[in-house]
């Protein structure tokens, strides 16, 4: 993005919210997420995926042979209970993960499969390379900032999430 564009994008941001700085940082970040979601969307959908189940492949994968709980996955992803299920419903319809049961029956664990292994091992390179592209604007130094900042911002609303005072 140019400077230009950038000097436009503050104007139309300020036109709508003033120049308070939390308004415009929050404003921003959502509007960044809705320019980026369809770059992202856009290579995964030609495997037949979602964001959401690629990172719950990726959270499984690191996860290794034990897989995960349920509840493991949602809190990786921030997700309800209830998205999980629908998540993993469809993942284990595609063979991509299998159920299994937990030692305290109550929890049930899910694994890769190795055709969700596959299906990673064909995805990911180019996924990444799509990351890359569009982060290309940034240089190494201003991703790991950016990074920073944002897992401090994630750290403070989990911590409220958790009803912390």
Do not use: W
């Not at 003033?18 to 856009?42: C, E």
């Amino acid at each position: 993005m140019g400077r230009a564009h950038a000097d436009d994008d503050l104007a139309d941001v300020r036109a709508g919210v003033g120049d308070d700085l939390d308004t415009m940082l929050v404003h921003n970040l959502l509007r960044t997420h809705s320019y980026l979601s369809p770059f992202i969307d856009a290579g995964l959908r030609r495997q037949n995926l979602t964001s959401a189940q690629l990172n719950v492949l990726l959270a499984l994968r690191s996860a290794g042979c034990d897989g995960l709980r349920m509840g493991q996955i949602g809190e990786r992803l921030v997700v309800t209970r209830s998205n999980v299920t629908g998540l993993i419903d469809r993942l284990e319809r595609q063979g991509l993960v299998a159920r299994a049961a937990h030692r305290d029956r109550r929890a049930t664990v899910v694994r890769l499969t190795d055709t969700g292994e596959a299906l990673l091992e064909r995805t990911a390179p180019r996924h990444a390379e799509v990351l890359a592209e569009l982060t290309g604007c940034f240089t190494n130094d201003e991703k790991q900032t950016l990074i920073r900042l944002l897992s401090k911002l994630r750290r403070e609303l989990r911590h409220r999430r958790r009803g912390a005072p």
